[in-house]
């Protein structure tokens, strides 16, 4: 088990090198590397391959796994208009996440406007496999493990997070099971400390985590204050950690602890990323230091 961080922030400033110079220069053993640049994913296929094998070579020089990548996402509207041109933004993710040398691609299920609560539940399923399947002959070409994450929506009726697609650890085992050896679980910690709906109370980390069990391969480990999806570091929130760590405990995990906390890295001058970095890795070793 290696502790991670997200490259994102710091890669936006500084470019990835700098990304992964600094968060090994404070301690991090891996990174959650983000693929969300789609200037980067649209390079021509030769220079794609170039690109991102570099980084993969420069990151084991260094002696920093990259552990898992991150693809873009996009909203419904979106997914909607475009979806042939997503899934081949999300083609080139992959085949970057193989380039990189990682195992693991997290990609958000899809979710439709009406998809809230239970609603339009059968009909985002299906848009979900299709769109899921389309990347497995991808996934097999670059040894590659799709990690689907548990989501939230937005109740602009009521002014909260609700739930939608894959925000219960049923339907995200329903979709892994079903699409096969390919797919397994990214649990996200934040994302179910949102969730509280009368009729939701199973989104809770005893029962996600449990029934997810071996499915969980990855994790996004940060706070929030149970009402915003703030993305600030553990231990900065509400959210109970001695929970999290003993079920994760309890069902044998042995992934990496990956944070994605890097909400709190956009309210730092750049010149002071590398010392944010620490109270992040500080925050992440207490973590591990619970698990063993």
Known sequence: MKIG?????I????GPEKALMTLKSVGFEAVDFSL???TRLNLQSTALKKYFSDIGRYAKDLGIEIGQTHAPFYNPDKHMQQNDEIIEIQKR???ATGYLGSKYVIIHPL????RMYNEDYERTKEMNLNYYTALIPTLKEYDVYLAV?????????EKCICPTSCTTAEEMAEYIDELGDMFVACLDIGHVNLIHQKGFEHVNYQHMIKTLGHRIKTLHIHDNDGISDEHVPPFAGNIDWNVVMKSLKEIGYSGNLSLESDNFMTYIKPELFEKAEKVMYANAKRLYDMMI
């Open 5 to 9: 961080a997200q490259s994102a922030v």
């Open 93 to 95: 993710a992959i085949a």
């Open 111 to 114: 979710r439709t406007k009406e």
């Open 149 to 157: 994450e548990n989501m939230f929506a937005w109740d602009s009726v």
């Open 11 to 14: 890669d936006r400033v500084f």
């Open 36 to 38: 969300e640049n789609e």
